[in-house]
């Protein structure tokens, strides 16, 4: 049974940063690994996404340049890294991995339909931003 476990939500003020971390248990790698968040009152939406086999991450717009996604193969490990941290950041990130192999997800108009998509699904960790 495939495992995703995040950490490294916590509680941070504006302009401050987080490093979460996806470790998946159970599998060797996938295709696509991605993150999205919850926030309060609205749809799970994509934030970052990175996928094998080249080309670029994929981020929303609305971390663009302050989120950074990573991965660390030997530590079976994925991570975001935040920075910039602003109040509107607050929510519940989780990690989702692995996408069928037809589907490309070359930028963030993909990340709803890739949301469907996912096989794999963390619990979530909890960012809160304070302004």
């Known amino acids: 049974q495939v495992h995703l476990e995040e950490s490294g939500g916590g509680s941070v003020q504006a302009g401050g940063s987080l490093k979460l971390s996806c470790v998946y248990k159970?599998?060797?790698?996938?295709?696509?690994m991605g993150w999205y968040r919850r926030m309060a009152g609205k749809e799970r939406e994509g934030v970052a996404a990175t996928c094998a086999g080249g080309g670029s991450n994929v981020y929303a717009d609305s971390v663009k340049g302050r989120f950074t996604i990573s991965q660390d193969s030997a530590k079976n490990t994925m991570y975001l890294q935040m920075n910039s941290l602003k109040p509107e950041d607050t929510g519940m990130y989780y990690c989702?991995?692995?996408?069928?192999?037809?589907?490309?997800?070359?930028?963030?108009?993909?990340?709803?339909?890739?949301?469907?998509?996912?096989?794999?699904w963390g619990q979530g960790t909890q960012v809160t931003v304070s302004s």
């Open positions: 159970y599998v060797f790698r996938f295709n696509c």
């Open positions: 989702a991995a692995d996408l069928p192999s037809e589907f490309w997800l070359a930028g963030p108009e993909d990340f709803r339909a890739a949301e469907s998509m996912f096989q794999y």
